[in-house]
């Protein structure tokens, strides 16, 4: 069956990094576009960044472009976030999410077909 499991969140200081990773199974991953979401308490759940199938384009959120980073190894079944100089306002749970979408982009969590259970990242 479909598998998105998420590892890496934790705390850390404002200025600091995190690097999230996914592992995905149970699907031709290599055919989906991937994405990071994230929802913090009381906030719509958001796309954050999203990759083509093959790993070439990328898309990033405004309030992240320049400090996240997508990628994807599809051969180690794995799609990461790198997170640098986090904010207070980066606290929120963050998922992984898949979607068969002919065109990857920013879109809504309505788009994405499967997700993961979500890790925590809290920025003080």
């Known amino acids: 069956h479909v598998q998105l499991v998420e590892s890496g969140g934790g705390s850390v200081q404002s200025g600091g990094s995190l690097r999230l990773s996914c592992v995905m199974s149970g699907f031709t991953h290599s055919e989906y576009c991937m994405a990071w979401f994230r929802q913090a308490p009381g906030k719509e759940r958001e796309e954050v960044a999203a990759i083509e199938n093959r790993g070439g384009t990328t898309y990033y959120h405004a309030s992240v472009k320049g400090r996240f980073t997508i990628s994807r190894d599809n051969a180690q079944n794995m799609v990461y976030l790198q997170m640098n100089d986090l904010k207070p306002e980066d606290t929120a749970m963050y998922y992984c999410?898949?979607?068969?979408?002919?065109?990857?982009?920013?879109?809504?969590?309505?788009?994405?077909?499967?997700w993961g259970q979500g890790t925590q990242v809290t920025v003080s």
């Open positions: 999410a898949a979607s068969s979408v002919s065109a990857c982009g920013l879109y809504n969590a309505r788009t994405y077909n499967y």
